[in-house]
């Protein structure tokens, strides 16, 4: 069978419209399955991104809330301890409970550590310089911000520019 006619143009069968058909359709098969599993993780990571930033706003929440309740005792034992600002000092170093990591006396006032965790080994921590004297602000924010506590492990696995780099590209070249 001469796929040539007699004015030399070339036929195309209709096997040949078949195996393009099929040839399409494998490659809009396979688009799709890719757009799929793209979308899939697009998803996935939407997802986790979404309950950290729950997890996050939570634990801030929390935060603000230990701040308003650590402000409020500042503010009761100012007001019942007028006139003894050693007192005052002494009730405010022996604050503790709740989110309060630590207290510690400074040379410029009092530094109270908080702690509200966000997720496993992951804290919101916030340190307060609250007055050791009656007169003045309360307290001021020194740091608001997240930890991470856990171990940080770094991959080594991968022969970067280390020791080893270079040796034996010579021997590829015949040379020593």
């Known amino acids: 069978m001469n796929s040539f006619r007699n004015d030399g143009e070339h036929r195309v069968g209709p096997g040949m419209a078949s195996m393009i058909m099929i040839l399409v359709a494998l490659c809009m098969a396979t688009l799709a399955m890719l757009a799929y599993a793209s979308a899939r993780s697009d998803e996935q990571l939407s997802q986790r991104s979404g309950a950290a930033t729950e997890a996050y706003y939570a634990a801030d929440a929390a ?49 109270i550590e908080l702690a509200v965790p ?32 856990a171990p940080w492990e770094i991959d080594d696995d991968l022969p970067l520019y280390g020791e080893d780099f270079g040796e034996g590209l010579g021997e590829e070249f015949g040379e020593e």
Not at 80 to 87: I, K, M, R, S
Not at 89 to 97: E, M, P, S
Not at 126 to 146: D, K, M, N, Q, W
């Open 63 to 111: 935060m603000q809330r230990a701040i308003f309740a650590l402000d409020t005792e500042l503010c009761t034992a100012r007001e019942q301890l007028v006139g003894e600002p050693e007192a005052y000092a002494q009730r405010v170093l022996a604050i503790q409970g709740g989110a309060v990591r630590s207290v510690e006396e400074e040379e410029d006032g009092i530094r």
């Open 118 to 149: 966000i997720a496993e080994e992951k804290y919101l921590t916030a340190t307060l310089l609250a007055a050791s004297r009656l007169e003045g602000p309360r307290y001021r924010v020194r740091s608001y911000r997240t930890v991470d506590e």
